[in-house]
């Protein structure tokens, strides 16, 4: 049975850092691992991505700030946040989508509180 699990998160106060990280479990390859957030009120929206092809992108809103990592082999992904801001207040959830046909898999969900 599948599994992820996330963990870091937290409250910070503005300018601060948090590490978030999410492991799959599994046997199937990874085709891309990437993180989403849901601000309140908002949409879900797409925060970074990796591919198995070391190909990385990024929100325009977190460029500069946001760095993902990962590692492919141990099915885990980093996001590393500096500078946060309140409007990065929010749900952080990591995402998985596997080569072959195993569905997508998400992760339950981090908060993140960035407030002063």
């Known amino acids: 049975q599948e599994e992820v699990v996330e963990s870091g998160g937290g409250s910070v106060q503005p300018g601060g850092s948090l590490r978030l990280s999410c492991s799959a479990s599994?046997?199937?390859?990874?085709?891309?691992m990437a993180w989403w957030r849901q601000r309140q009120g908002k949409q879900r929206e797409q925060v970074a991505i990796?591919?198995?092809?070391?190909?990385?992108d990024y929100g325009d809103f977190v460029k500069g700030r946001f760095t993902i990592s990962s590692d492919f082999a141990e099915k885990t992904v980093f996001l590393q946040m500096n500078d946060l801001r309140p409007e990065d207040t929010g749900h952080y959830y990591c995402f998985f989508r596997w080569m072959g046909s195993r569905d997508d898999s998400w992760g339950l969900g981090i908060e993140v509180n960035v407030s002063s």
């Open positions: 599994g046997s199937d390859q990874i085709f891309s």
């Open positions: 990796v591919t198995y092809r070391g190909n990385m």
